[in-house]
């Protein structure tokens, strides 16, 4: 299933750039240059970013929708992958008031044990509130045991970083797209292209990887 997320996300990669050339096709001659041509680099964050988000979302999900056919049990699974497969079971007890509460702990707890394949919830996707930086990712990986980096190479988390900044600063208003545009090139956008590509491409990898290995049993 993750080949088929690989393919869309592919595809979505493409569209973006496609919309590179279109910006560097109607790059200007002149000294002058328009606000509208500055604009659309600004904009090109934005797009670059929705695939990106979209690689992300969609390898977790169907990562956990795989695992929820694959008849892993609480008992074989890894510790912290209880954070997702207690997910029902934990809102319960923290929206539990003190009388049950401690009835509730208890019940959770003696279940660890079960041999009953998993129900998971595959629209679950953990955050630790910062949004699809490389923190991010790295809660993503820790929540399903993954010992492999998040990105391939190390300088690629402050291009992930960067990435999110300047999607926000123009999807929320903090700044014009223009702003931003104007603070990169052609082949600066381009290098930036690039490098996320290879991001989307190792995550995919990675949790593909992961599945085939099983390396969710503890």
């Not at 670059?48 to 979209?54: K, M, P």
């Not at 679950?124 to 993503?140: A, E, I, Q, V, W």
């Not at 929540?143 to 960067?162: F, K």
């Amino acid at each position: 299933m993750l080949s088929v997320v690989a393919n869309t996300s592919t595809k979505r990669l493409i569209e973006v750039r496609d919309y590179l050339h279109l910006i560097q096709s109607v790059q200007p001659v002149v000294p002058v240059l328009r606000s509208d041509w500055i604009a659309a680099k600004g904009l090109f964050f934005v797009h670059l970013y929705s695939a990106y988000e979209f690689t992300v979302t969609t390898a977790f999900r169907t990562t956990l929708q795989v695992l929820g056919r694959s008849g892993l049990t609480l008992a074989t699974c890894h510790p912290a992958f209880l954070s997702v497969a207690l997910d029902a079971e934990l809102r319960s007890v923290g929206q539990s008031g003190n009388k049950r509460c401690w009835e509730k702990r208890r019940v959770l707890f003696q279940g660890i044990k079960s041999n009953t394949p998993l129900q998971l919830n595959d629209s679950l996707l953990p955050t630790d509130g910062s949004h699809f930086r490389t923190k991010h990712l790295k809660c993503l990986w820790d929540t399903l045991c993954i010992n492999a980096p998040v990105v391939p190479r190390p300088p690629l988390m402050g291009r992930i970083d960067e990435l999110v900044e300047n999607r926000n600063a123009v999807a929320h208003g903090r700044e014009s797209a223009a702003t931003v545009g104007g603070r990169y090139s052609v082949l600066d956008l381009q290098k930036r292209y690039d490098d996320v590509h290879e991001v989307c491409i190792h995550l995919v990898q990675v949790l593909a990887k992961y599945l085939k290995d099983r390396q969710y049993v503890a």
